[in-house]
């Protein structure tokens, strides 16, 4: 029984055949759906927002996970909400005013998460860190899928579970970018405990064979 997490991004998905992968979520070991909404200001990039997101938690039957890669994303955390999002997280780097949308994600019904490029400073967290559920460490800079990992992440991930430690939160790590079977008993080791992948699953023969195994990598996190 492993205790972590497996969150396919669905950015990778052929959306012509979205149903498939909604299905292929559904039956597999995956424990979430990971969302990718990107706004073409804070990331270069365009995805999809509270529509298709709609569409997605009708027919998703497991945890609905937004990542808001979106300038200013407190104008939009009510109607995520209303979309389907069970949790709901924001960059640092995109809030003046962190500590109010944290408490509007709480306050949407979502469980709260804040996610970090890879320049910023885990010490970014440290006056939110005891409202949180997830903590998100992008391991690649975001905007797009099939990145590499980047290697400097894994003493951030150590960093995060030491301030987490330190303040007594409940939030869990998750990291996104990257992450493969090549690497996901490294990130696991260093803390993490949710593994967001999207071409490591979808661009794969056999996605759902590719969920099991990452679910099945054992890891203990190494002090
Ligand atoms: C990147 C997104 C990721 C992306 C991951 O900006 O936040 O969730 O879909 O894709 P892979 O696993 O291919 O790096
Ligand atoms: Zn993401």
């Known amino acids: 029984m492993s205790s ?16 498939r992968a909604i ?3 559904n039956t597999s070991e995956a424990d979430w759906f990971h969302l990718d909404v990107m706004d073409g200001r804070f ?9 298709i997101i709609e569409q997605i938690a009708q027919g998703a039957e497991k945890y609905v996970d937004v990542h808001l890669m979106i300038e200013d994303p407190g104008r939009y955390i009510e109607s995520f909400a209303r979309a389907g ?8 780097e995109a809030c003046t005013h962190l500590h109010r949308v944290v408490q509007q994600i709480k306050e949407s019904g979502a469980k709260a998460g804040v996610a970090l490029n890879p320049h910023t400073p885990v010490s970014h967290l440290e006056n939110v860190i005891e409202d949180l559920d997830t903590v998100l460490i992008m391991t690649v800079n975001p905007g797009f899928g099939g ?7 894994i003493p951030k991930l150590r960093q995060t579970r030491d301030l987490i430690t330190v303040h007594n939160s409940r939030a869990v790590i998750e990291v996104d970018g ?8 490294k990130v696991l080791e ?4 949710v593994l967001v992948a999207g071409s490591a699953v979808f661009g794969a023969d056999d996605p759902a064979a590719v969920i099991s195994q990452l679910k099945a990598i ?5 002090a």
């Open 23 to 25: 299905d292929l979520v």
């Open 43 to 51: 990331v270069p990039n365009i995805s999809f927002g509270q529509f």
């Open 85 to 92: 999002a069970n949790g709901i997280t924001v960059h640092a």
């Open 147 to 153: 990145q590499k990992f980047i290697y400097q992440s």
């Open 190 to 193: 260093a803390g993490a405990r």
């Open 4 to 19: 972590h997490l497996v969150a396919p991004s669905l950015l990778a998905a052929d959306f012509r055949h979205l149903d």
């Open 218 to 222: 054992d890891a203990n996190p190494v």
């Open 178 to 185: 990257g992450i493969g079977l090549q690497n996901a008993q």
